[in-house]
């Protein structure tokens, strides 16, 4: 039997710890005896530093360059997953009017389109099918970012302004996305394309464009860059003072 079998914590004495009256010295000085490494590093500020949110949406790369969040990159497609195919919805006592002018809406797409394909259909169809790519990025981009807001806020919350334009641009995008995608579809056999489909890694390609331009958009806006700039400094500094040595 060995003495941790014989140890029973009810036999030890239960007394609140109190914080002591007087705070010794040692305790504001870190440990540089036990990890004098690890203290100095600890103590150095940041090169670059960035706020939380910028980590949640992007990364960087070895070199410390922002660059687009895979994971998130995924995710995004996940929505267009649930999205590409899905059809507009009318709801309400003119639910029926709204749907004859979303039809409207497609058909007059149509006849434009139709009147440029009488020369060289197929630089038109390429133009159309770029146009709605582009215009699929951008609405499952905005309808994620939406939706992970959205699951951030708590009951209590009020929902902010910028979420509620947010919501109405996602809308406006989404039957953007939608009328495109039906009016290619009705007459993609008049582009002379092989394929006028909506291709899943063209949207992520550009998925993935925009997000790199947000990443780069941010950390040229939030990052700190003070702790850089002052090791650049005190280097220049150091040299300088070497040169005035060689030069005594």
Not at 49 to 77: C, H, Q, T, W
Not at 108 to 132: H, K, W
Not at 197 to 216: M, T
Request: proline share 4%; hydrophobic share 35%; net charge negative.
């Amino acid at each position: 039997m060995s003495a941790d079998d014989l140890f029973d914590p009810a036999d030890q004495e239960t007394v609140e710890p109190l914080p002591p009256e007087h705070t010794e010295e040692s305790a504001f000085i870190p440990d540089t005896n036990g990890d004098p490494e690890g203290s100095d590093a600890r103590a150095e500020k940041q090169a670059i530093a960035l706020p939380d949110f910028f980590f949640k949406r992007y990364s960087l790369d070895d070199e410390g360059n922002p660059i687009f969040n895979p994971s998130v990159v995924n995710s995004i497609m996940e929505v267009f997953d649930l999205k590409k195919e899905s059809t507009m919805t009318f709801s309400g006592d003119k639910a029926d009017d709204e749907e004859k002018y979303y039809d409207a809406q497609v058909n007059s797409i149509i006849d434009g389109c139709s009147q440029l394909l009488e020369v060289d259909p197929q630089t038109t169809g390429i133009q159309y099918l770029s146009l709605n790519t582009r215009t699929w990025s951008e609405f499952v981009s905005i309808a994620y970012e939406y939706s992970d807001s959205v699951n951030s806020i708590t009951a209590n919350d009020e929902i902010p302004e910028w979420l509620i334009t947010r919501e109405e641009k996602m809308m406006q995008l989404g039957r953007k996305a939608r009328m495109l995608r039906d009016a290619i579809i009705a007459i993609d056999d008049k582009f002379g394309l092989k394929s006028t489909s909506l291709d899943r890694e063209r949207v992520q390609a550009e998925v993935e464009r925009r997000q790199q331009r947000l990443a780069e958009w941010n950390y040229t806006k939030h990052a700190d860059k003070s702790g850089k700039v002052a090791n650049t400094y005190n280097a220049a500094t150091v040299q300088h003072c070497e040169n005035i040595f060689d030069a005594a």
